[in-house]
């Protein structure tokens, strides 16, 4: 058995810190790096590059919104010619960072509210797969496990990459609790260890009503700016190699 392990990097600001990226990157095997629309500047994205190729973890774009005050956590209606463009510019950007730093984009998770909306949102999906498409067809989509995303993406010829959330609590319905609502943010590394190991062994997560949730995933993610991520991540790889179960990236 194996697994991806991935977090959200590069999305300090200035003199403002986000999370721990030295310390997450020698935990897992993908880093979702910041692109500048939700959080994250050049200088700290290319510090954070480095240290992904310093550690062989595989890179990806964190696309977002244009949303640096909400941290791109706000529902956007955004145009689709200004979504494809600002997805290209973003992804754009990270390439050329990512050359200087001696590695190289592998596929793209988008953040947020974006991600959210593109799980059920055919338009704005279609305006992120447009973009990928456009710029570097060979990209890997991250997408949230059983969403419609994962077909209509897959239809237009991408790679797809399914997506679980290990510090997410999920509805019965197998989407993400709102951040809202209680339940929405998971804090004990025992309880979610054990979480995730049901989900690699036999594909299944406890919704927060009690039941069990049918989830298909080939990649966890621990969130950089959760309270103790790097405690939960750090546990978390801990417990699936004692469990026979393998970290590794999704892309060879």
């Not at 509210?113 to 059920?120: C, P, R, S, V």
């Not at 299944?204 to 949730?213: F, R, T, W, Y």
Request: proline letters at 3%; one cysteine or more.
């Amino acid at each position: 058995m194996k697994i991806d392990l991935n977090s959200d990097l590069g999305e300090s600001l200035g003199g403002w810190r986000m999370g721990d990226d030295a310390a997450m990157l020698d935990i897992v095997s993908s880093a979702n790096v910041a692109c500048g629309f939700h959080a994250g500047d050049p200088a700290g994205i290319l510090e954070t590059l480095k240290a992904a190729r310093e550690r062989g973890a595989m890179v990806g774009a964190h696309v977002s919104y244009p949303d640096l005050v909400g941290f791109g956590r706000r529902n956007m209606d955004v145009a689709s010619a200004d979504l494809v463009a600002g997805v290209i510019y973003q992804i754009g950007a990270l390439q050329g960072l990512a050359r200087v730093a001696g590695t190289e984009v592998r596929y793209v998770k988008p953040h947020g509210a974006l991600y959210n909306t593109i799980a059920h949102d055919r338009r704005q999906a279609t305006d992120v797969i447009t973009a990928m498409r456009a710029i570097d067809p060979s990209l890997v989509l991250v997408a949230l496990a059983g969403s419609p995303l994962i077909d209509w993406a897959r239809d237009a010829g991408l790679t797809v990459v399914a997506e679980a959330f290990a510090d997410r609590g999920y509805t019965p319905e197998g989407t993400l609790v709102s951040r809202r609502d209680p339940g929405a943010v998971l804090h004990d590394v025992d309880q979610i260890a054990a979480r995730m190991l049901s989900l690699v062994r036999d594909g299944v997560v406890e919704a927060v009503d009690g039941s069990l949730v049918r989830i298909a995933a080939d990649s966890i993610c621990v969130h950089g700016d959760s309270p103790g991520a790097v405690a939960i991540a750090r546990h978390l790889r801990e417990r699936f190699e004692q469990e026979g179960v393998r970290i590794s990236s999704f892309v060879g």
